[in-house]
């Protein structure tokens, strides 16, 4: 089709977007920020490996569309990188929202945004392991200071509140699929070099695969999907932007800052949160949530204070 000035002007929109690391990865964490308060709230209509299961199927056939053509085009590339590309799969489709939702059965959304808050440092810890990256004073220190945020909006500014923390099974299992995304993430500079929507829709049917034993099983165990409007519209929302939008924002992310910068706007999902109960269940905003809300912002200004490993590849 011939670019005429209104695509062009299009196009470059669409570019400039894309090349707005911080506005992406903002809105990749909204969306996930939803993703998690939902969870929570359907896991007595649809059971967790249930949820994961049709959220990425419906992922991929709502994305397929818009990115056959990229995947036909970029399949020898694909083929050649198969075992890397298996293994982000494996780790951030088959693994990470499983295991999120299967805690969620456990434990409370507030719960789970504490423990994806500590995704900065795991990632830093593994970059530095697996790449050697500097981690540099200014970084340890946001990251403190950005945590201590987190906290104080999770906990709402109460010693009270902290003093009867406590962990469960739940929470476990949500803190080893931060762990695995944590892996995802600091993986991704050895993802494939290929369109982001092909690297996307190969992630989405590699990973479902993997998920489906686990749903046979869950199904044999007699927990099967109550259908209905809020069953199908949950369905969608996580399909869509959590999966293909979060996605594809949050790996252009940390292409664009890398994993470590990029892996500082976890800190957001508390944050996020908040302001969706404010809106959603209609919460007030307090006080600790401006304090917190300061905290993260002064930290993750000074986490970025230090110049990036260039991306390597390979």
């Known amino acids: 089709m011939p670019l005429t000035p209104e695509t062009s002007h299009k196009a470059a929109k669409r570019k400039l977007l894309f090349n707005q690391p911080y506005l992406?990865?903002?809105?990749?964490?909204?969306?996930?920020?939803?993703?998690?308060?939902?969870?929570?709230?359907?896991?007595?209509?649809?059971?967790?490996?249930?949820?994961?299961?049709?959220r990425w199927t419906l992922a991929s056939l709502v994305l397929a569309p818009f990115a056959w053509r990229c995947l036909l085009k970029d399949i020898a590339e694909l083929?050649?990188?198969?075992?890397?590309?298996?293994?982000?799969?494996?780790?951030?489709?088959?693994?990470?929202?499983?295991?999120?939702y299967t805690g969620l059965q456990y434990t409370i959304a507030?719960?789970?945004?504490?423990?994806?808050?500590?995704?900065?440092?795991?990632?830093?810890?593994?970059?530095?392991?697996?790449?050697?990256?500097?981690?540099?004073?200014?970084?340890?220190?946001?990251?403190?200071?950005?945590?201590?945020?987190?906290s104080v909006i999770i906990f709402q500014g109460s010693l009270t509140t902290l003093q009867g923390f406590r962990?469960?099974?739940?929470?476990?299992i949500i803190f080893a699929g931060v762990v695995l995304?944590?892996?995802?993430?600091a993986l991704l500079r050895k993802r494939p070099q290929v369109h982001p929507l092909s690297f996307l829709l190969a992630t989405f049917i590699l990973g479902v695969p993997m998920i489906f034993p686990f749903y046979i099983w869950e199904l044999a165990a007699g927990r099967g999907m109550t259908l209905g409007a809020t069953t199908v519209l949950s369905l969608l929302y996580v399909a869509v932007f959590p999966s293909i939008l979060s996605y594809l924002f949050y790996n252009r992310g940390v292409e664009l800052l890398g994993a470590n910068r990029a892996?500082?706007?976890?800190?957001?999902?508390?944050?996020?949160?908040?302001?969706?109960?404010v809106l959603l269940l209609g919460e007030s905003f307090?006080?600790?949530?401006?304090?917190?809300?300061?905290?993260?912002?002064?930290?993750?200004?000074?986490a970025n204070r230090f110049k990036p490993v260039p991306r390597q590849t390979s």
């Open 286 to 302: 307090r006080w600790f949530h401006a304090l917190g809300i300061g905290f993260i912002a002064a930290g993750v200004t000074i």
């Open 79 to 100: 083929k050649r990188r198969l075992p890397v590309l298996l293994l982000l799969a494996f780790l951030g489709v088959g693994a990470f929202n499983t295991l999120l």
């Open 110 to 150: 507030i719960n789970s945004f504490l423990l994806q808050s500590l995704l900065p440092a795991v990632v830093v810890l593994l970059s530095r392991l697996f790449f050697a990256n500097r981690v540099t004073a200014a970084q340890l220190t946001g990251i403190f200071i950005a945590f201590l945020g987190a």
């Open 181 to 185: 995304y944590a892996t995802y993430t």
């Open 167 to 172: 962990f469960n099974p739940g929470d476990l």
């Open 24 to 54: 992406l990865l903002g809105l990749a964490i909204l969306f996930w920020a939803g993703n998690g308060v939902l969870g929570r709230a359907v896991r007595g209509d649809i059971p967790p490996v249930g949820l994961a299961f049709w």
């Open 263 to 277: 892996g500082l706007s976890a800190y957001l999902m508390p944050v996020f949160g908040s302001v969706l109960a």
